[in-house]
């Protein structure tokens, strides 16, 4: 039996996490609770003192697991890439945005495998697990890992396993969702295979490469943004022609079968959806291939925040306002309900498109207090009172969360945009407008 294969059946490995985010620290923490001895590296210090005082900032992580996990040794964080040496499995968990030109930036991917190179050992598992495009597991990882002497697949393995991680879902975490993994070799998917059967409950689908897990994955986010695309363009439309699009999709999924409900709203946000066609659409360019109904639905779902800001003003025309100087106040800044996460949020993009027009924008999140904007934090209120709300000349809800009283929004605001049908159980829809 090889012997990595070994150490990870008896639990002797020792695994490693580069990235401690949304998606690396529940990771890690799973290894850990598996009963494996755990290393994370992050390069933001402030992460790595708050884990080693047992200390969560990721909503999707329990406070006592992390704490428990801490102090018996199990878990611990450093800054020090170096430390990768003592690690038998790697598992590189970090960003891959999009740069301004809308390419894909895998400087991060790039860096944490120069980083591991120096200290690598036969042996060693490295698995990619940041959502990039077709090939980037052998084209650019597999030929830096190699510099280091070492062969893949006879020295060292080599894998792809996506991240599907869904924060703030209540039923599928890290451990119970399915993984995925594609090796460079039968073996770099066997042994990779090992380490997440070992790990989490869900069941493990063994893929032919990493370019099949690496495509599987952008399937999966594009298959969605096309079809909110569809409801987004559709939700225009309906508006035109003054039907009520969310009664139409609730009218559609009473069929049992063939239908799958997507919804509208003012954009797509989180790191996943809104960036994975572009980078397949960026790959295809290499083909000589034009991805043409992915780059429709991508042209539909980026037009949103300015779509809905052209619905205030719209609005606010109705009510005799300009929205120069009209004071709008966003409900929810983060890009999905009941979460702190507002990466790529279409929220605050409705925003800079609403101040561009002139509005003076304030905003309530019971999760984000706060949240940076071209280098400028941008404070929320505290409270959503009842002045608060009838200071407003327009209110505007941009995420759904569950903790707001939407019977006091309706009663006491003048007027209503709600872009995600989050006040659908209030009877009294006289000052609603729904997206």
């Known amino acids: 039996m090889n012997i990595l294969k070994e150490k990870l059946l008896n639990k002797s490995a020792i695994l490693g996490v580069i990235g401690l985010g949304y998606v690396g620290l529940p990771l890690a923490v799973e290894k850990a609770k598996a009963g494996y001895s755990t290393i994370g590296f992050d390069v933001q210090q402030s992460k790595v003192d708050m ?24 878990l611990r964080a450093t800054t020090d890439i170096s430390q990768i040496k ?4 790697v598992c590189i968990c970090v960003p891959t945005p999009l740069d301004r030109y809308q390419q894909p930036d895998i400087s991060y991917v790039k860096n944490s495998a120069e980083g591991i190179v120096p200290y690598m050992h036969k042996n060693m598992l490295i698995v990619l697990e940041s959502t990039t495009y077709p090939g980037t597991t052998e084209e650019l990882l597999k030929p830096i890992l190699e ?33 995925v993994v ?11 295979a090992v380490m997440y059967e070992n790990i989490i409950e869900a069941p493990v689908f063994r893929v032919s490469s990493p370019r099949i897990a690496e495509m599987e994955k952008i399937l999966e986010n594009t298959y969605r943004n096309i079809n909110i695309g569809l409801v987004n363009e559709l939700a225009m439309l309906s508006n035109k022609m003054g039907i009520n699009f969310w009664e139409v999709i609730e009218a ?26 572009y980078y397949l659409s960026w790959k295809a360019r290499e083909y000589g291939f034009h991805t043409s109904m992915i780059e429709s639905s991508m042209m539909v779902n980026d037009r949103m925040p300015e779509y809905c800001a052209e619905r205030v003003s719209r609005i606010l025309n109705r009510q005799e306002k300009a929205v120069r100087g009209s004071k709008i106040l966003f409900l929810g800044v983060a890009y999905k309900q009941d979460i702190d996460d507002y990466r790529e949020s ?41 002045a608060l709300l009838e200071s407003a000349d327009l209110i505007i809800i941009t995420a759904a969360h569950s903790n707001i009283d939407y019977e006091l929004v309706q ?5 209503i ?19």
Request: glycine content about 12%; proline content about 7%.
């Open 51 to 74: 884990i080693n005082a047992g200390k969560n900032y990721i909503g999707d992580v329990i406070n006592e697991e992390l704490e428990e996990i801490v102090e018996s040794g199990l």
């Open 86 to 89: 003592k690690a038998d499995c």
């Open 147 to 179: 510099s280091s002497g070492l062969k893949c697949g006879e020295d060292f393995f080599l894998a792809f396993s996506p991240e599907r991680v869904d924060p703030g879902n209540l039923i599928y975490k890290t451990k119970n969702t399915p993984k």
């Open 182 to 192: 594609g090796g460079i070799t039968p073996e770099c998917t066997d042994i990779a």
């Open 252 to 277: 559609a999924k009473s069929k049992p079968y063939g239908f799958q409900a997507f919804y509208p709203g003012s954009g797509l946000g989180g790191h996943c959806i809104p960036l994975d066609p």
């Open 346 to 386: 279409p929220a605050i993009k409705v925003i800079e498109h609403v101040e561009r027009l002139g509005g003076e924008v304030i905003y309530y999140d019971p999760y984000v207090p706060e949240f940076d904007e071209g280098g400028v934090t941008k404070k929320g209120e505290s409270e959503l009172t009842i």
């Open 411 to 415: 009663k006491h605001s003048r007027v």
């Open 417 to 435: 945009f709600d872009t995600k049908n989050a006040m659908k159980d209030v009877k009294n829809r006289e000052n609603i407008e729904l997206l």
